[in-house]
């Protein structure tokens, strides 16, 4: 494969090569070791497994981040009650800590109260909430409050977590989920909760992967869309509000490359134009299609305000985008400045975000956005009640602010 031409597609060759080379070298062995499980056919991904940009940040639904050193350990900060910071305390930390049991991993997803981690050998590790439904995958229901390794999947290239359940994606294109199953998020067919992975039925040759709140969507490698789960707002993207047990094919979209599921149930869609399409629950103006009425959509319309885009986040009612150019456009809910624009006020079309450039990766939380720039720093606006903006304060901020500690 040939990467140069892969990232000049992505629109920030020189930042993401600088970084994945220069910054993080188990990202740079991982990118050569898989990257001919993707290939670039015009204007589509194929076969099978994004890694585009593998995340290197993530954003928790109940405030906490964790992220990853060029050295391939994890650091998080903000709420523990049940382990989630992978630290070996519950105790909530307000500048970023090493978390224990893992290394050499390449990429991260964050759920409701849990972490999952993804080592360079394609082996999937997980700590805090698994209570109950399992969404650690180790065929236990105890919470973890240092990484622990799931079981069921190996070979896996990406991975992303709802509320309280987690999906992989495996380097054959196959899904494997675990985790709370009860409204058929886990695609296989059942309501019951899965303790180990098991794989995800309706779906192959899949590229990319999202988890909502009790949601999982798959990007097909010709760019189709397909989703499972709740759709009481219609997240699905399937012209109707029908829930599904298996992976359905959704509406108004084709040639996605990314794709991303908020806890608020609503879905976003990157397509490979650039272009931003979103579904679902739209009372804020989270779907960004400037629309004078908030009801819900359920099939994919075009968001306004941003062209050019390679990345893509949401957050409980708002989105994120990052531009070619290195800038974040946010929209929806701005309560506590998650927007990132100076000020408290919603946004229904996507602007343009202060005190961010050069960023190379975006991360949404409940109300609440991380950047990672170019650089390795990382930046953060909106709540920051329980310290996980890691800027040693628990104060909001309305434009984005330098983590410390890491």
């Not at 903000?78 to 991993?105: E, P, R, Y």
């Not at 779907?287 to 009801?295: E, F, I």
């Not at 885009?309 to 989105?319: F, L, M, R």
């Not at 720093?377 to 920051?384: Q, V, Y």
Request: some cysteine; charged content about 10%; hydrophobic content about 40%.
């Amino acid at each position: 494969m040939d990467r140069r031409k892969f990232l000049k597609f992505a629109g920030i060759a020189g930042a993401v090569e600088s970084f994945f080379g220069n910054l993080h070298p188990a990202l740079a062995q991982t990118w050569q070791k898989l990257g001919s499980i993707v290939t670039i056919k015009g204007p589509r991904l194929t076969p099978r497994g994004t890694l585009r940009k593998l995340p290197t940040i993530a954003c928790g639904d109940n405030y906490h981040i964790a992220t990853l050193r060029s050295d391939g350990l994890v650091f998080s900060s903000g709420t523990n009650t049940k382990g989630q910071l992978g630290d070996n305390t519950t105790v909530a930390k307000s500048t970023f800590v090493q978390a224990t049991g893992i290394s050499n991993a390449v990429a991260l997803a964050c759920g409701l109260d849990f972490t999952i981690a993804l080592r360079a050998d394609g082996l999937v590790f997980g700590c805090g909430y698994n209570s109950s439904s399992g969404p650690i995958g180790d065929n236990t229901t105890l919470d973890r409050s240092t990484f622990v390794q799931g079981i069921g999947v190996s070979r896996v290239v990406a991975i992303s977590c709802g509320s309280h359940h987690t999906a992989a994606l495996r380097s054959d294109g196959l899904v494997f989920t675990s985790g709370s199953g009860g409204t058929g998020q886990l695609a296989n067919n059942t309501i019951v909760d899965q303790h180990t992975f098991v794989q995800a039925i309706g779906v192959s040759n899949a590229a990319a992967i999202a988890c909502g709140r009790n949601t999982t969507a798959a990007i097909r490698s010709d760019g189709l869309v397909f989703a499972c789960g709740d759709n009481a707002g219609g997240q699905l993207g399937v012209n109707s509000t029908a829930s599904k047990l298996t992976f359905t094919q959704a509406v108004g979209i084709s040639n996605a490359v990314t794709i991303g599921i908020s806890v608020g149930n609503f879905t976003v869609a990157l397509r490979s134009d650039g272009l931003v399409f979103a579904c679902g629950v739209n009372s804020k103006g989270q779907l960004g299609d400037n629309s004078a009425s908030t009801a819900s959509k359920s099939t994919f319309v075009q968001a306004l305000g941003i062209s050019n885009a390679v990345a893509i986040a949401c957050g409980y009612d708002h989105a994120a985008a990052l531009r070619a150019d290195g800038l974040v456009f946010t929209c929806g809910y701005n309560n506590k400045g998650q927007l990132g624009i100076n000020s408290t006020v919603n946004k229904s079309s996507y602007v343009q975000a202060s005190g961010i450039s050069n960023a190379v990766a975006i991360a949404c939380g409940k109300d609440y956005t991380i950047a990672l720039r170019a650089d390795g720093l990382i930046f953060g606006c909106g709540n920051n009640a329980n310290g996980q903006l890691s800027i040693n304060s628990t104060t909001d901020k309305s434009t984005f602010v330098q983590a410390t500690g890491i």
